[in-house]
């Protein structure tokens, strides 16, 4: 790997997945060893050259050769291009950088609604801002997703149920309803958190079933299997709203959402 030296990566270290690239950044030689730097323990020099803001929110490179900084998707492909000149080139035509930009703004907003650390509402902590258009379009990719999985799962249940995309759509997005009209009161200004870790729950559920789809075994068994999984996802939200500082009550209204549906569907179905 060809190095980019004199520059300083400053990433999130209380986002697992930003700690894991850029480690690899240096590991590799694409960066400085000592190419990184964490947004909680900044030095005094980088602090000044940052917009402390929007490094939040993209992570920020620093070129001390030229005493400038670029951010987000550019900082990337820099370090990328640095080594591998035409995949830069290539990221970096029209569509293909749109298409990336939104990608990155859309993991970026959410990463803490993905995966939330118990250091993130410190002052010094490197929070993105809210943003409504992407955290409803990971709300939206999550509800539609889930509902495509469980209507191929269903058909795997011994319950005479049919693939029906709807109904699965229906539940999933009568879970969003049904906490926030029970639970907005008491969230308050934690609600996009919640709903944002809520649904990041539900997409651990239905990539936990995936590997069933193309395995034939006995009913039971995916009963079985299927409770595993949603005990996973109950125990998965309690640690979350843990971490959200949120007692047990949205816990037990998800939990009485997911038996009721279930009940729902079953009466239905006979």
């Known amino acids: ?13 209380e986002c697992p997945m930003c700690n894991l690239y850029s480690k690899g950044f240096t590991k590799y030689g694409m960066l400085d060893e000592d190419g990184r730097e964490a947004f909680t323990e900044l030095s005094v020099k980088n602090k000044i050259l940052i917009d402390f803001k929007r490094a939040k929110n993209e992570i920020a490179l620093v070129d001390h050769n030229k005493n400038e900084v670029v951010y987000g998707l550019d900082s990337l492909l820099l370090i990328i291009g640095n080594s591998f000149p035409l995949l830069a080139k ?21 990463r803490k609604q993905i995966i939330p ?31 495509y999985i469980l209507s191929q799962f269903s058909l795997k249940l011994d319950f005479n149920l049919e693939q029906n995309f709807l109904r699965e759509f229906a539940v999933c997005l009568g879970q969003i309803v049904w906490q926030t009209l029970f639970l ?49 996802m109950f125990l998965e939200h309690l640690r979350r709203c ?8 949205p816990s037990i209204s998800w939990i009485l959402f997911r038996l009721t549906a279930l009940i729902i569907i079953i009466v239905a179905t006979m």
């Not at 790997?1 to 270290?13: C, F, G, R, V, W």
């Not at 290539?90 to 930009?101: E, H």
């Not at 990608?103 to 907003?109: A, K, N, P, R, T």
């Not at 490197?126 to 990719?141: E, H, M, T, W």
Request: with cysteine.
């Open 1 to 13: 790997m060809k190095t980019l030296k004199n520059h300083t990566l400053i990433y999130d270290n």
């Open 90 to 110: 290539i990221a970096r035509t029209k569509p293909l950088y749109w298409f990336f930009q939104k990608l990155y703004s859309f993991v970026s907003y959410n």
């Open 117 to 147: 650390s118990s250091k993130d509402y410190t002052e010094q902590s490197c929070v993105p801002d809210f943003n409504l258009k992407y955290r409803v379009a990971y709300i939206s990719f999550v509800v539609i997703f889930s509902a």
């Open 184 to 232: 907005k009161s008491y969230l308050k200004d934690k609600i996009w958190d919640y709903l944002g870790n809520m649904m990041t729950v539900s997409l651990i559920g239905t990539l936990l079933l995936i590997p069933l789809l193309w395995i034939s075994l006995a009913p039971i068994f995916y009963l079985i299997y299927f409770g595993i999984v949603v005990l996973i």
């Open 242 to 249: 843990s971490l959200l500082n949120l007692n047990y009550f």
